[in-house]
């Protein structure tokens, strides 16, 4: 569930931009995502249910799973009520975000079939699982993750990433996606199991797996189109604009990149989309305050910026060696941990330098 929050959040940020309507029901979506993160602490006996944990223990961590879909349907029910009346712009980074949504659904499903016991004891271990976790995994985290790079591109970059490229990317990982993870519910049930290299010839899955073989190719190809479609936009891409979605909040009424220091005026926020409102006053549900102050630029010149440093990497380089070094010998991860000590002493004391203004 913690890779499949922030792809939430993501498409609860596009899904109301390109349907040109507030997030429906904007407080039980939050409320849901808080109610998520805790249940996820909760659940994780679900992958133990064939390990004999003892019917109480059994029947707990199968409740909680259950009741952990509760939260989820809000959201989608909540993400489908945005669509409702909408007026929807299928622009690439909108198709990532539906195509999210139905195939997270279709994970989300199976994954509150395998929440009840007594069907977990059939479908545990066997590619019936595997293709739960690629529906939520890829169909869920990995399309979120395509839908906020063709959404925020823009703003990072100064550059919008090609349309036509971006939808063949899209129906070619939508479509691979489901030929190569959608028949793995169908070989799970017939009873292969995870984890194999080779099976008997006379199991009857290999048809399905060829198709499977298949949709991996037709995945490769979308990821490379990605990939061309990513360093051509870099190059060549369309000129983006502040504000190339109509969007709904802060980010997009500065400039594309943005400049190191951000705002140089900080906003006032009166409303969960604050931009939108001042772009539209006559359709904001949220009125400024009265007496409300519009804020001031600073001179940009006269807004202190923190110097660059490159001890935070390395930091990161020694949290990184210390968790990958945990796996050979716990002992040899100080190794890592040196690092990172070392690194946060540089850090603190880094000479601050001669005054840098931007
Ligand atoms: C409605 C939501 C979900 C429910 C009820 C659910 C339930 C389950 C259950 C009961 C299992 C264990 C099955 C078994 O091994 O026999 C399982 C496996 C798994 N789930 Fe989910 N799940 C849900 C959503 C998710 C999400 C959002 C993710 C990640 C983004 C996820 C990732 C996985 C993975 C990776 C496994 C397999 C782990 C392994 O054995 O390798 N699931 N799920
Ligand atoms: C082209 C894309 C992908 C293909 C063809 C693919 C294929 C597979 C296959 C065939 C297995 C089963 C291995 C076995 O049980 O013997 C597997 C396992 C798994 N995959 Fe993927 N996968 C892909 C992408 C992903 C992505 C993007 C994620 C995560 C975000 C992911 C997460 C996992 C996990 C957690 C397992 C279980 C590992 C285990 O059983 O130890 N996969 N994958
Ligand atoms: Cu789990």
Redo the contacts with the bound molecule.
């Keep these: ?1 913690i ?2 929050l922030p792809a939430m959040g993501i498409v609860s940020e596009i899904l109301p931009t390109f349907s040109r309507k507030p997030l429906f029901g904007y407080t039980a979506v939050v409320f849901a995502g808080v109610s998520i993160a805790f249940l996820g602490f909760a ?1 994780w006996a ?2 133990m ?2 390990v004999g944990l003892g019917p109480v223990a059994i029947a707990a961590f199968s409740a909680s ?2 009741i ?2 509760v939260p ?1 349907g809000v959201k989608v029910f909540n993400w489908i009520c945005t669509l409702y009346g909408g007026s929807l712009e299928l622009k690439t980074a909108m198709l990532f975000s539906l195509g999210f949504v139905a195939l ?1 659904v279709i ?3 199976s ?2 079939m ?2 009840s016991p007594p069907v ?1 004891m059939q ?3 066997t590619y019936f ?2 293709a ?2 690629h529906y ?2 890829f169909g ?2 990995i399309m979120g993750l395509m839908a906020g790079i063709y959404f925020w591109f823009p703003k990072l970059t100064g550059r919008l990433m090609g349309e036509g490229l971006g939808i063949l990317h899209f129906w070619l990982m939508f479509i691979g996606m489901n030929v190569t993870f959608g028949p793995m519910h169908l070989v799970g049930i017939m009873g292969m199991p ?1 984890r194999i290299y080779t099976y008997s010839g006379s199991s009857g899955w290999e048809f399905l797996n060829q198709l499977e073989t298949l949709g991996s190719v037709i995945l490769a190809i979308g990821m490379i189109v990605f990939a061309i479609n990513v360093i051509r936009s870099l190059r060549s891409g369309e000129v983006a604009g502040n504000d190339p979605w109509d969007g709904r909040t802060l980010e997009w009424s500065i400039s594309s990149p943005p400049p190191v220091y951000n705002f140089d005026a900080v906003p006032i926020v009166y409303s969960k989309e604050p931009f939108w409102d001042q772009k539209y006053p006559e359709l904001a549900h949220d009125k400024p305050p009265a007496g409300a102050v519009a804020p001031v630029a600073e001179d940009p010149a006269s807004i202190h910026m923190p110097n660059p440093s490159y001890w935070p990497i390395v930091i990161a380089f020694g949290a990184t060696l210390a968790a990958g070094l945990v796996i050979i010998n716990p002992y040899l991860a100080f190794i890592g941990g040196a690092i990172m000590v070392l690194g946060s002493y540089g850090w603190v004391f880094e000479p601050a330098g001669p005054e840098e203004h931007h």
Excluded: E, K, P, W
Aim: glycine fraction near 12%; proline fraction near 0%; aromatic fraction near 8%.
């Design positions: 569930y890779l499949i659940v679900h992958h249910f064939t799973t259950m952990i879909a989820t997270f994970g989300g499903l994954g509150v395998h929440a977990d479908q545990s271990d699982i595997v739960h976790l939520v995994l869920g985290s995870r």
